[in-house]
């Protein structure tokens, strides 16, 4: 998995809890991103980050924030855990250092997150 | 917003055949990647494709682009039951900061 590892893998919270994701990463890369895998969506980007202290929204982030304080790491947070965030969250990096933008992914095992 | 469609959602042949997916797309690309995700794992990149380019091989991977057509296919050959995983197109667009924007996939199992 290109030294990309997710924690928690499994997480089940209840509705209206804070959840926070986190991404670690040992490959220097200046790219990360967050999405979410649902049935018959595929994967979505929910944010993504060119570097430390740098994010920008992705086409579902909504209920969504991230932060990026070292290169190796991208949090992401659920401020207000809601059913339909119930998901498979997957992270990925791409870009090594000095590219205008990554060109492949590398993704991480992923996190199943259930809200109840 | 889906970007790829892969087509089609679900195959299933024998160990040996060769399987084609498809995938089709809707606004000028910048380069078309291939990713293979196996069940219950991350995805893994299998090979990219650029948009000046219209045939790339790698392995038993050959994967075409069309741009005129906005569409592009996957060919495994001699698959193999270790083939049996689910299979996604991604574009990036220019100027989306190399943002990939998945299809929903096609899902190949290969029987042995």
């Known amino acids: 998995d290109a030294g990309i590892t997710q924690s928690p893998r499994h997480k089940v919270t209840e509705t209206g809890t804070p959840v926070t994701l986190r991404c670690h990463q040992t490959e220097n890369h200046r790219y990360m991103y967050w999405y979410r895998q649902d049935p018959g969506h595929g994967l979505r980007l929910i944010h993504y980050s060119y570097g430390v202290k740098d994010t920008d929204k992705g086409e579902v982030s909504d209920g969504y924030s991230v932060s990026r304080s070292k290169t190796e790491d991208f949090l992401l947070t659920l401020e207000s855990a809601t059913s339909s965030q119930t998901s498979v969250y997957f992270c990925a990096i791409g870009g090594s250092s000095g590219r205008e933008f990554a060109d492949t992914q590398y993704f991480g095992p992923g996190t199943r997150l259930t809200v109840l | 917003s889906q970007q790829g469609e892969e087509d089609p959602q679900a195959l299933s042949i024998q160990e040996g055949e060769n399987a084609t997916m498809n995938c089709s797309y809707k606004?000028?690309?910048?380069?078309l990647q291939w990713y293979r995700q196996n069940s219950g794992r991350g995805l893994v990149h299998l090979i990219l494709?650029?948009?000046?380019?219209r045939e790339k091989h790698s392995g038993r991977l050959r994967v075409t682009l069309d741009t005129s057509k906005k569409s592009s296919s996957l060919l495994i050959t001699a698959s193999r039951a270790a083939d049996t995983a689910s299979y996604f197109c991604a574009t990036v667009s220019g100027g989306s900061q190399g943002n990939l924007i998945f299809g929903k996939g096609t899902k190949l199992s290969v029987k042995p």
């Open positions: 494709i650029r948009s000046n380019e």
């Open positions: 606004t000028s690309i910048n380069n």
